[in-house]
């Protein structure tokens, strides 16, 4: 079933071609009808090679994320210096 999502500025079609925005949607599309996370908290593992995200208590999009959430998202963010072993 197609996502109901904002009109796109160029169509996608069938045979896999993505739509395309060539600017941010003037409406929104609200996909679920309330938080996924009902007070749940979450946990994940992740690897990266840049510099890791500040820590939630000092991370606005963290923090608007858990909210949007409804659930506490616990991240735990592996550094991997690309040096080898």
Same mark, same amino acid.
């Not at 409406?27 to 939630?56: C, D, N, Q, W, Y």
């Given at each position: 079933?197609?996502?109901?999502?904002a009109?796109?500025?160029?169509?996608?079609?069938?045979?896999?071609?993505?739509?395309? /925005?060539?600017?941010y949607?003037?409406?929104?599309?609200? *996909?679920?009808? +309330?938080?996924?996370?009902?007070g749940? #908290?979450?946990?994940?593992?992740?690897?990266?090679?840049?510099?890791p995200?500040?820590?939630?208590?000092?991370?606005? /999009?963290?923090?608007?994320?858990?909210?949007?959430?409804? *659930?506490?998202? +616990?991240?735990?963010?592996?550094?991997d #210096?690309?040096?080898d072993?």
């Amino acid at each position: 079933m197609p996502a109901n999502v904002a009109p796109a500025d160029l169509a996608g079609n069938a045979q896999g071609l993505d739509a395309a /925005y060539l600017r941010y949607p003037k409406k929104l599309v609200r *996909s679920v009808p +309330k938080p996924p996370g009902e007070g749940e #908290s979450i946990s994940a593992l992740t690897e990266t090679f840049t510099t890791p995200a500040l820590a939630m208590d000092r991370n606005r /999009y963290w923090k608007e994320l858990n909210e949007r959430l409804g *659930s506490e998202l +616990k991240m735990n963010i592996v550094v991997d #210096s690309g040096a080898d072993a």
